[in-house]
């Protein structure tokens, strides 16, 4: 690979870590019963809290991570909170206690607002013994319910939304190629190329895991490139149209910024004018059935038009070691999206 393909890399890799999130802990929760005595619960509440909370995708503007117990014990009063809050340069904490009677749970989680250093909110629930898991269920939906109005983020229509709408995108892009095999890496120079085709997002369920938005679009390339030789190589121009089928697997942090990787198959015709040495000028022509992977970054400037950068490597599926990376600078533009 070349220093321009190294360059793209490095800054493709660099540009796509632009999202960035607050930071919830969530600490150790402490149970115990009627005698101040330690009780270990049907499961434990912080992870159970947290693993409710990663759901939902709150758009990259919050995330939720455990609190180590090794590090600062369980926290108790505000103190403790403020404490874990400044060491951890989080805004906000998770913590409290639940505690066993002889016929019933009873619970109390605050969060704790590190700016405004105060409890943000308290979180009360009871319920009998034999309902611990629902006990929990309705702590989370409260605590949910109120992140919901810190980040004036309304879950309800996401709630209500059983799939993703039905969306097409026309994508454009220009790029760079070479090949990287030591074989024609040192025969064939690439100069560049342009691509066009029909992104589809299908109807889809809606998949939130990790509090990111997860979805999947197939795409039609249709793509053409010219490289010509190398010093001291024959005199050649090589021309390549290629149709390409990839199925894209998207990863969103935010409404703006997005990662998609994916993979396919295309068909290319070689089309190759070469002058060997001492002998007229001869055309060869050549069909190759390829494989390709994506990885890619798009940010959504508006409605209608995304942004993306991409690398597309791209490996025949003959014998003749044929590889080549391409990476790609492009603009996708929406002309129909499914409205509710």
């Not at 342009?194 to 197939?218: N, W």
């Not at 290629?242 to 089309?271: I, T």
């Not at 007229?280 to 992977?293: A, P």
Request: aromatic share 16%; with cysteine; glycine share 4%.
């Amino acid at each position: 690979m070349n220093k321009k393909s190294l360059l793209f890399l490095t800054a493709f890799f660099l540009f796509s870590y632009f999202s960035f999130s607050s930071e919830i802990k969530i600490a150790p929760i402490s149970v115990f019963d009627g005698s101040g005595n330690k009780v270990t619960p049907p499961f434990n509440p912080s992870k159970a809290i947290q693993s409710e909370l990663e759901k939902h995708w709150f758009e990259g503007v919050i995330s939720f991570s455990l609190l180590n117990e090794e590090m600062y014990g369980i926290p108790v009063t505000i103190i403790d909170a403020n404490k874990i809050c400044v060491n951890e340069k989080v805004d906000y904490l998770i913590y409290g206690f639940i505690k066993k009677n002889e016929k019933n749970w009873f619970a109390e989680i605050k969060l704790y607002d590190s700016n405004e250093k105060k409890i943000k909110q308290d979180f009360f629930a009871s319920d009998n013994i034999e309902h611990y898991e629902r006990l929990i269920n309705n702590l989370c939906q409260n605590i949910l319910f109120e992140i919901e109005e810190i980040t004036g983020l309304n879950k309800d229509e996401i709630k209500k939304e059983q799939t993703r709408e039905m969306e097409l995108n026309i994508p454009a892009a220009l790029f760079y190629w070479t090949p990287i095999d030591s074989k024609w890496g040192n025969k064939i120079l690439g100069i560049a190329g342009l691509s066009t085709g029909v992104e589809f997002y299908p109807p889809q369920p809606i998949i939130i895991f990790k509090e990111k938005l997860f979805e999947f679009s197939i795409r039609t390339n249709l793509s053409w490139n010219i490289g010509i030789n190398k010093k001291e190589t024959y005199p050649l121009i090589l021309n390549t149209i290629a149709v390409s089928l990839p199925v894209l697997l998207h990863m969103h942090f935010d409404k703006r910024n997005s990662l998609y990787f994916g993979f396919g198959l295309a068909y290319e015709a070689e089309l190759m004018s070469i002058r060997p040495k001492y002998e007229d000028k001869q055309f060869l022509y050549q069909n190759i059935i390829s494989f390709e992977t994506i990885a890619g970054y798009e940010f959504n400037l508006n409605e209608k038009i995304n942004l993306f950068a991409e690398l597309i490597f791209d490996f025949h599926m003959l014998g003749d070691g044929f590889v080549s990376v391409k990476p790609c600078l492009g603009a996708s533009f929406n002309v129909f999206k499914e409205r509710r």
